[in-house]
Every structure is written in C-alpha cells, then in structure tokens.
C-alpha cells in the first residue's frame, strides 16, 4: 500500500488523535472501525432521599481538580412544594459518592440536605466549570437550566444565582437535559439542546462569545442517518482531545413498550457520535453503545440516560454513568468504564490487514500507541514519506512486533524511536494489523 501524499496534509501537531471515526484514515483493507461498549460497574448513586425519587434524572458529572462533582434533578417524591430541586454530590474517586449537607435551602423545616437550587429551572439545571481565561472569578460555574434556558453563574458550584432577568436562548423545546460549554478549541461557548423535527426530538445547537448573546439556533447534521428520537444528548468535547466532541444520546422509541404492567410506553438506550466541528456528526454507529440489559426495570420508559460527563477515574480507565430503573423506586444512578481512549478502534480480525494514514506533518520526537492484541495478534508501523516510499530505517520490516496491550507504548524501528529529524515533513503511517485493536495515536514531545 503505497501512495501519493495528497496536496491538503493534515497538521496533527502533537494532539491525540482517538480512531472514532475514519478522519485520519487514508484507506484501509480487511480491517473496520469498531465500537466498544462500555463495562457496567457498580450502582454509585441512589436516588433515595425524601427530596429525590423516582423520576430523578439529568445528571451532570464534571472532575474538578481534586474532587468530582455531580448535579441532578431530585424529582418524583411526595409533596408538590418541592416536586422538583437541584441536588448536589461528590466524590474523590469517582466511584465512591457522597452527599454532603449544605444548608442552603430548607426542606420540610429543615437544611440538612444536598439541594443547591430551587425554583425556576430545577427542572433541567445543568452547570459546568467555565474554563474560559476571560471568565469572571464569581462567574467560574455557569448553567443553563429551564425552558427557555436562562443562565445561572456561581464563584464555587455551590452557591447560584441568574445572571440575567431574561432568557439567553429562547427558540427551541427545552423539555430535556440541555447543555453548554466552553469550547477551547473553538474559543466560543456552545449549547445544545431539545427541538422537534419532522415529529422527531432532535438536537439544536448555538454559539456565543460571552454567554449573553447566542446566535440563531440550527439542527446539528447527522448526514443522511434516519430521524430517531434523541432524548438528550450529553455533547462533550473530549477532555484528552478536545477538538473531538463526543456524544451520547438517549435513544427513545415511544411507540415500543416491553413490560406491559408498567404504566408508560416508550423504551430507550444509548447511542454514540462524533464531531470535528460541532456541527457535521459521524453517525456510523448506529447500533446501541449501551443497552438495556437482562434487567426489566430497564425495558421501562426514559432508562438507560446517559449522564452529561466523562471522567477519568483510574489508571487507563474512564468513566460514564446512566440512570438505571427510571420510575421506579429503585431509581440510580450506575457507572459504566472504558479504557482510555476505548469508544472506538481500528480493528483486525485473526486474518489480518493493513490501513494507511492520510497525509500528515507532526511535533514530536515519538510515536505513541494505544493498543490491544490477542496472544497470537500483532502490530507493525511503517513510516513513508511524500512519495509513498518507505523511510530507511522505518519500514516495515524495520518495525518492532508489538504485542501486548498498553495505554502508551512508543514505536520502535530499526531507525530507533526518536523521529524529531521528521517533525514538520509530510509523512503516512502504515499499520499492519493481526487480531488487534488500535484506539488512538499521537506524536509526543
């Protein structure tokens, strides 16, 4: 497989680059692109308390330097004063949670509880930590929340107040777990949030410089993929590669209904995309990324809702979280995890095959791989230059087997692993695969 290098060469600098779709592919032979489900873990939140209940849900996970924070909507309890609040939890790890009394509101003549908010917007309140440099110390949290989504700001994520008397965004149907977002990559704030198309609830999405003026709202493109009913989305840009944005929509099919004694139709799962611009969404997996499962509380209406977050939360491991048993009193909230960089991989079966890159210029004196192989599978890299021809020292043949299964592993030639003598020279890689899974490069300093 030798081939021209193309006029447009693709400056991946020393970014990380996950294989979530085919943007860095060349062409590839005998090989595909694969989607990996994530493990269920463990149950790490209950929705237990007399302020929560069973239609809690709207769940935001955020790692905050040394803590992990989450936010939800306790919904579903007794008593119409507080039918709905925003609640707040923490954890160190990210597995083990805890929720902290904050006497901030009172419940039932009492503040010993974990409610940050109520009133308008409990319904949907869903924060984030500001990373723009220009943001205002008091202002270091922000939230959209209700419908239309008004704009809430707090200095510690703790304490809120509005921002502005009148909504930021007005157009669209709100009734969802909405969201925005700093982009550092794009250097603008971005939202997304609930519309209806063609009798679908789709997703729109808007920008702004400041978080006070927001342009006209537009679907996001899914190409030609049919109309399905995203429920939420949990659009985040991916915080090792964040000019990747990842999404994962509940999928709701209103029409089904699996447990024909439970009250409400509909039943869901989650699904996965991908974005390079926020806009254009690669929707090659259409399959389910998370399913319901043997569980029947699943197979019941606005289950299986992925929470707005990915996390790290171990050595090569992330994390995600889904509501589980929606309606039901056993509502919770449980923890799913990946490898790192794990969505998504290039894959080789036992008979093997090969893929080039596209054409590319990078800064970095070594090649890292995030791999896996079988016992009897392998890997093998092959540098070309411009023209197509093989590198002295960096063909295939003077390639290292690599076998095993690693989070970082350096490349290694004949040539040796220092490729500083190349950094800012067009360049393909060529990778030769046998039962084995690459999900991610990058070329580090």
Not at 310 to 336: D, F, K, M, N, Q
Request: net charge neutral; charged share 25%.
């Amino acid at each position: 497989m030798t081939e021209v290098c193309e006029k447009t060469v693709a400056d991946i600098g020393s970014r990380l680059e996950p294989f979530v779709d085919d943007w860095l592919i060349g062409n590839m032979h005998n090989l595909g692109l694969k989607l990996h489900s994530p493990i269920k873990r463990e149950v790490v939140l209950r929705f237990d308390a007399p302020w929560e209940g069973p239609t809690s849900a709207y769940i935001t996970v955020m790692k905050d330097e040394d803590r992990y924070r989450m936010y939800y909507r306790g919904s579903g309890h007794e008593g119409p004063q507080y039918s709905e609040v925003t609640c707040y939890a923490e954890s160190k790890d990210g597995i083990t949670w805890t929720k902290p009394s904050l006497g901030i509101f009172e419940v039932k003549g009492s503040t010993d509880n974990n409610i940050i908010w109520i009133g308008e917007g409990t319904h949907n309140f869903t924060p984030f930590k500001d990373r723009n440099p220009e943001a205002l110390k008091e202002e270091r949290y922000k939230a959209v929340a209700g419908g239309p989504l008004i704009a809430l700001a707090s200095p510690d994520g703790i304490h809120w107040k509005k921002i502005r008397g009148e909504p930021i965004i007005t157009k669209g149907a709100f009734d969802s777990q909405n969201l925005a977002f700093w982009d550092s990559w794009q250097r603008q704030y971005v939202a997304y949030f609930r519309g209806f198309r063609e009798g679908f609830r789709q997703v729109l999405r808007c920008t702004s410089p400041d978080f006070t003026y927001w342009t006209a709202p537009k679907w996001i493109n899914l190409g030609d993929t049919p109309l399905e009913h995203f429920y939420t989305n949990a659009t985040t840009p991916y915080f090792r590669a964040p000019h990747i944005y990842l999404a994962f929509p509940k999928r709701f099919v209103p029409e089904r209904k699996a447990i024909k004694e439970h009250p409400y139709s509909g039943v869901s799962d989650a699904v996965f995309m991908s974005s390079r611009d926020g806009v254009h969404w690669d929707r090659r997996f259409i399959e389910a990324f998370i399913r319901p499962g043997l569980d029947p509380n699943n197979w019941t209406e606005r289950s299986n809702m992925p929470a707005w977050g990915v996390v790290p939360t171990g050595s090569g491991e992330i994390s995600l979280y889904y509501i589980e048993h929606y309606r039901h009193p056993t509502c919770r909230l449980r923890r799913a995890t990946l490898r790192t960089d794990g969505f998504v991989s290039v894959h080789a079966g036992y008979s093997g095959g090969e893929f080039m890159t596209r054409c590319m210029t990078f800064r970095g004196h070594e090649l890292i791989i995030n791999y896996s192989t079988s016992a009897v599978g392998s890997i093998k890299v092959e540098i070309q230059n411009a023209k197509g021809k093989p590198i002295s020292g960096y063909a295939l043949e003077d390639s290292a087997e690599i076998y095993g299964d690693e989070i970082e592993h350096v490349a290694e030639w004949r040539g040796g692993r220092d490729l500083s003598h190349l950094i800012g020279q067009p360049v393909r890689l060529r990778f030769v695969m046998k039962d084995a899974d690459l999900y991610s490069i990058r070329f580090r300093l």
